[in-house]
């Protein structure tokens, strides 16, 4: 009888009718009681008001995590977690919502072991390859609206550590080796996750370029060339993207440790750059209180080793100032109210999985990099092909994925292990469900389509040779925690496509990669498709490129050098002995204690990546910006306005018939007193342009991208003199060129 009246339909619109009622009695006393919820005000008055009630204990509460196994103590407080990476209580008194963090650099962590699901977008590197900011946006939008499904309100992603050294193991995680590309891409990213009211996070600040010994390794650099490079991507993140949070890094940058490092915090990320929320560590980085808090240091994660009652004694000691205490929690609160994370709290729903699989899709077609298609070999004619061999490790049932503190959890579990067994666990590949084979049988009905795994040579050219054309899925698994030991494919899969190739010169191989990879076989073979980590939906989008359905558009947002000996530093420089002392249960306390340093020096300062190779003459297997498409594009008609900021105007035409989208790509070279590498990145436009169309693209470059930075004045100069101003579609193809003379 009761359950009837239950589930009455009266019963529930008076359900209803309560609940509105309560909860607009709520917000109208949490007005009355809590002024700073009135949304006319700024976040920062906002801020200001809350900060002024709060007790010293509750300050505390804001400035640090509850915990995480393995890393810190865990608080009791830690039942309340979502079961994200970090979790920070509210205060109900004050109407604080509490912060549930989760990492989410390609997609939200830690779904399968929530019991939940999440989508695999393409990796954050195949993002930036797509030059595409409002793709960017996408990206960073569906990642914001599975962590506020999932519960969350703020992510850690944002990964822009440049690609200084690409055999670094999360070089797919970042965005290139670009620092004006990876700052506005990902600048894009956070304001598309910020859109939907969840915390944003930039990382790892900075100059982590490498895994081996993060914890313990010092960086050098010169100062003008830190700000140029890889602070520079921040600089443009920052300021463009505005992110709640700045996630300071492990290693240590000219002699301190990044989280206690106040060149790094407050001079440059604070003052120059006039960052206004809040700067945590990255898990296990803090390393002090009083120091840390004086440097910058605005939150301790995971646990409270310094921040906690450390130093609220140290605040009652008067050994932290006052102020500089309430400025750490003042952050943290201006941030939650810059983002609505007070206004708007996550509501916890089912996640659209379709259309989270179409937007992963149509970002991964825009992602994916033609390199090289030999006579038209693509796209492939479904109708003229009557056979097609697919080989390659696991490309009959999924494609690589990305590992660390990125992983996104695969539906059913990793696919190459029985259904359901396949957790994810530290250090081990995963693949995800998306089946090379599937895809590819699907686009072509009517033909035989047979695989080879690879693992027999000959097997492999067998079925390849009895084939109209041959398709080879190599890969390259990368994770946080290592880095490659080259940039070479492993598992004998260069032998394996050379056979292929031997067997079949219709050979097309799609790499799965996070970085760059070396080709010894690149002239064996008929096309090259860099497809990244592929993410849910990889397997339908390489088959759309493939089959022509989608035209390609991407380019290269790093270098794919010929060799590892061409590289800056041949060999990465590890910690000269095992810095951690072996065994103990608790490394975490050795960490936090401070590891012996050992030097990394970047004497190539400023030359990363294109810069390198240009400035040293090094040939290379695929130049930066570089990408192919099934059309064909010229460039004309150059015109260079000088001005504060030159305007690049020239023409591109589609000279062939197909519809397509080309990244035309602006560079330009400084006054010679600047004293820089031959040429920069200054701006880029992605034009969308139907067979035989021809489009005036208008490039604006920002005065900083073509400035110095003076560390005597502190701040961008720009020279006086001659710049050369140059477009085309790749950083060693740029047809037009004009020089101006700039006051
Ligand atoms: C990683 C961060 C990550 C954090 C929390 C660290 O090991 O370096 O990128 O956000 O863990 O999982």
């Given at each position: 009888m009761l359950f009837s009246i239950i589930q009455s339909k009266s019963f529930r619109a008076a359900q209803m009718f309560l609940g509105v009622a309560l909860t607009l009695s709520f917000a109208q006393t949490a007005a009355q009681t809590h002024p700073w919820m009135n949304t006319k005000l700024s976040p920062d008055e906002r801020a200001a008001m809350v900060l002024k009630e709060m007790t010293i204990d509750?300050?505390?509460?804001?400035?640090?995590?509850?915990?995480?196994?393995?890393?810190?103590?865990?608080?009791?407080?830690?039942?309340?977690?979502?079961?994200?990476?970090?979790?920070?209580?509210?205060?109900?008194?004050?109407?604080?919502?509490?912060?549930?963090?989760?990492?989410?650099?390609?997609?939200?962590?830690?779904?399968?072991?929530?019991?939940?699901?999440?989508?695999?977008?393409?990796?954050?590197?195949?993002?930036?390859?797509?030059?595409?900011?409002?793709?960017?946006?996408?990206?960073?939008?569906l990642i914001g609206r599975e962590l506020r499904a999932q519960g969350y309100n703020m992510t850690l992603g944002g990964g822009v550590n440049l690609?200084?050294?690409?055999?670094?193991?999360?070089?797919?995680?970042?965005?290139?080796?670009?620092?004006?590309?990876?700052?506005?891409?990902?600048?894009?990213?956070i304001k598309g996750t910020q859109a939907q009211h969840v915390l944003g996070d930039i990382k790892h600040y900075a100059l982590n370029d490498q895994e081996s010994g993060r914890n313990a390794l010092n960086v050098n650099i010169d100062t003008r060339a830190a700000r140029e490079s890889d602070l520079l991507a921040f600089e443009i993140g920052v300021t463009e993207g505005e992110p709640a949070g700045v996630m300071c890094s492990y290693n240590r940058v000219h002699g301190d440790y990044a989280c206690e490092n106040k060149w790094l915090l407050t001079d440059v990320l604070k003052k120059d750059w006039n960052f206004k929320n809040f700067v945590l560590t990255d898990w296990g980085g803090a390393h002090s209180s009083a120091k840390a808090s004086a440097a910058g240091l605005d939150h301790e994660e995971p646990g409270w080793i310094f921040y906690g009652d450390t130093l609220k004694k140290e605040v009652e000691a008067g050994k932290v100032p006052q102020a500089e205490f309430d400025d750490h929690v003042r952050r943290i609160l201006r941030a939650m109210f810059a983002t609505g994370v007070f206004d708007n709290p996550p509501e916890r729903s089912v996640v659209d999985v379709v259309g989270g699989l179409e937007v992963a899709r149509k970002i991964e077609e825009q992602s994916a990099v033609l390199?090289?298609?030999?006579?038209?070999?693509?796209?492939l004619d479904a109708s003229k092909i009557h056979s097609i061999a697919v080989i390659g490790p696991h490309a009959?049932?999924?494609?690589?994925?990305?590992?660390?503190?990125a992983q996104v959890d695969p539906p059913g579990g990793n696919a190459i292990m029985p259904p359901g067994k396949g957790q994810t666990r530290w250090l081990e590949p995963v693949w995800f469900p998306t089946s090379p084979l599937k895809s590819i049988r699907e686009k072509a009905p009517s033909a035989k389509v047979v695989f080879a795994s690879g693992s027999d040579l000959n097997a492999a050219a067998d079925v390849a040779k009895a084939a109209d054309v041959a398709i080879v899925f190599a890969y390259q698994w990368e994770s946080e925690d290592m880095d490659l030991p080259s940039l070479s494919l492993p598992e004998h899969q260069d032998e394996i496509i050379a056979k292929v190739a031997a067997a079949n010169p219709r050979t097309i191989v799609v790499v799965e990669t996070g970085t760059a990879v070396t080709m010894p076989w690149v002239d064996?073979?008929?096309?090259?498709?860099?497809a990244w980590?592929?993410?849910?939906?990889?397997?339908d989008a390489v088959a759309n490129l493939l089959f022509g359905e989608v035209n390609p558009s991407a380019k290269l947002p790093m270098t794919f050098p010929k060799s590892d000996a061409d590289l800056p530093h041949p060999t990465i420089v590890k910690a000269p002995k095992r810095s951690l002392v072996e065994g103990g249960a608790e490394p975490w306390k050795q960490i936090a204690a401070g590891l012996p340093a050992f030097q990394v020096n970047y004497d190539e300062g400023v030359k990363v990546g294109y810069k390198w190779y240009d400035a040293e003459k090094k040939p290379v297997l695929f130049p930066f910006g570089y990408g192919l498409s099934y059309t064909t594009y010229s460039y004309s008609n150059l015109k260079v306005v000088a001005g504060k900021t030159p305007r690049v105007t020239f023409t591109v035409t589609n000279t062939g018939n197909r519809a397509g989208a080309e990244i035309a790509e602006v560079y330009a070279a400084l006054p010679a007193a600047a004293n820089e590498p031959p040429k920069r990145l200054v701006g880029w436009s992605k034009v969308k342009l139907n067979g035989g169309e021809s489009k005036d693209v208008t490039v604006e470059v920002d005065a900083k991208y073509i400035s110095i930075f003076n560390t005597d004045q502190n701040g961008w100069q720009l020279l006086p003199g001659e710049y050369t101003f140059m477009a085309g579609p790749s950083s060693q193809d740029l047809p037009l060129k004009e020089t101006v003379s700039l006051k």
């Open positions: 509750e300050k505390i509460t804001l400035l640090h995590g509850t915990g995480m196994a393995g890393l810190s103590p865990l608080s009791p407080e830690i039942v309340h977690s979502n079961g994200g990476a970090g979790y920070v209580p509210g205060i109900p008194r004050l109407g604080i919502p509490p912060i549930q963090m989760s990492d989410a650099a390609y997609g939200v962590r830690m779904s399968g072991e929530n019991g939940r699901y999440s989508t695999a977008l393409t990796s954050c590197v195949g993002a930036a390859a797509s030059w595409d900011l409002d793709a960017g946006f996408e990206y960073g939008a690609t200084r050294e690409p055999r670094n193991g999360r070089t797919f995680e970042y965005m290139g080796e670009d620092p004006v590309l990876a700052g506005k891409m990902v600048a894009s990213v390199l090289k298609n030999d006579h038209g070999i693509l796209p009959d049932v999924g494609m690589i994925s990305g590992g660390g503190s064996q073979v008929g096309g090259i498709l860099e980590y592929a993410g849910s939906a990889g397997s």
